[in-house]
């Protein structure tokens, strides 16, 4: 039921606070403050690679996730979509484990990529938002969102809590790995406890941003871009615009534009920014401000230190909470999402059912 909701996708926005803190509860220990994961019948901490596998909105998951084990455990990953996967022939070599993220857990090619990562001796964890799946019956380590049913074809809480259970992971494998101290990891647990204090934050923004979505809705071409864990969210962000609003949107690493994307920049061609205060951010601004110098309409999506540094010039601007890196991604999540969904509004699409699209892929 969509209660006082228009749409579905716009119940599912609005529900994320609830379910990242329901998947939440499920890797914190509140009272020791540790992250815990389900028993597993291998031993994490002899771990030599990931390898991360999945498709569309579940690919980006694992994008950051990427981004987060090689930064906070130093575990090398690969990551692939699941339709190239088992085609290149990857070499999988001994203690490495596979990693599969769907909100269906049924999507054809992760599934089959899962079977190909079994057979050649990988140990599988899967990340799946159904835990009756067919991915949850073949894990050797199950790690369910809770995010509930998922019925708009656009995935949002599905994402939000993906990316919590990964964070999760992402600290726990640090842990194993002897990456992080005992009061670090209390400290992880404590910024993970306040994700939904945070996405409620970003929430509040809704109206703002159904207000700028007119400004967006005229475009033919939309930019999105970002660096580190913020690029896989510029591809998302990028993803969302094209699914449900059918305005052709590329996602672009930050440093990338200059070498092509660039000659697209014109005033016609608006640029939305992902950029959290932080070690990229300087980065990320002079590649905004070259797009800006070519007459490039910006939306700058930072926080308030951000905004203050360069927030002036730019055709708009949403100021989100500051929050640490492990859970900055789920929280800009939100205004990426907000941003797509208003713009569909405006355009007048079927928001929940775009043309051409289902919501589980079971053909390859
Ligand atoms: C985008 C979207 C799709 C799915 C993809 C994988 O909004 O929903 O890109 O993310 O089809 O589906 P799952 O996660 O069920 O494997």
């Not at 499920?26 to 030599?48: C, I, W």
């Not at 596998?53 to 990551?79: H, L, N």
């Not at 989100?320 to 859970?327: A, E, S, T």
Request: some cysteine; glycine content about 6%; hydrophobic content about 45%.
């Amino acid at each position: 039921e969509k209660g006082n909701y228009r749409h579905f996708m716009q119940k599912e926005i609005f529900e994320q606070p609830i379910v990242v803190a329901q998947t939440l509860r499920s890797y914190l220990r509140g009272v020791e403050r540790t992250v815990g994961l389900p028993q597993m019948d291998f031993d994490l901490s002899a771990v030599k690679r990931v390898t991360i596998v999945a498709c569309g909105t579940s690919f980006y998951a694992g994008m950051v996730a990427k981004y987060w084990f090689e930064q906070f455990a130093r575990v090398p990953v690969d990551i692939d979509v699941a339709s190239e996967f088992r085609y290149r022939d990857p070499v999988l070599e001994d203690g490495g484990l596979a990693l599969f993220i769907s909100q269906s857990g049924e999507t054809a090619d992760t599934l089959a990529a899962l079977r190909h990562a079994k057979k050649a001796g990988q140990k599988i964890a899967v990340v799946v938002n159904v835990p009756t799946s067919t991915m949850a019956r073949e894990a050797d380590l199950l790690l369910p969102t809770h995010a509930g049913p998922e019925i708009g074809v656009a995935s949002t809480k599905a994402f939000s809590c993906q990316l919590a259970v990964l964070a999760a992971l992402a600290a726990h494998l640090a842990v194993v790995k002897g990456r992080l101290t005992r009061a670090e990891e209390e400290e992880i647990v404590e910024h993970l406890t306040q994700a939904p204090a945070a996405l409620n934050a970003a929430l509040d923004h809704d109206e703002e941003i159904a207000a700028m979505a007119p400004l967006i809705a005229p475009a033919r071409d939309v930019l999105y871009l970002g660096r580190g864990p913020d690029y896989p969210l510029a591809l998302e962000g990028a993803l969302k615009l094209k699914e449900i609003s059918y305005i052709h949107a590329e996602g672009y690493a930050a440093g990338e534009m200059k070498h092509g994307p660039i000659a697209l920049i014109d005033e016609n061609v608006p640029v939305i920014v992902i950029a959290p205060s932080g070690p990229l951010f300087e980065k990320t601004v002079s590649n905004m401000q070259e797009t800006q110098a070519r007459g490039g309409k910006i939306v700058l999506i930072s926080d308030a230190e951000g905004l203050a540094e360069a927030g002036d010039n730019c055709l708009a601007t949403i100021e989100m909470p500051k929050v640490h890196p492990l859970i900055a991604p789920l929280v800009y999540a939100v205004p990426v999402q907000l941003l797509a969904y208003h713009v569909a509004v405006a355009k007048g699409t079927d928001v929940d059912q775009p043309r051409n699209l289902a919501k589980s892929v079971t053909v390859e």
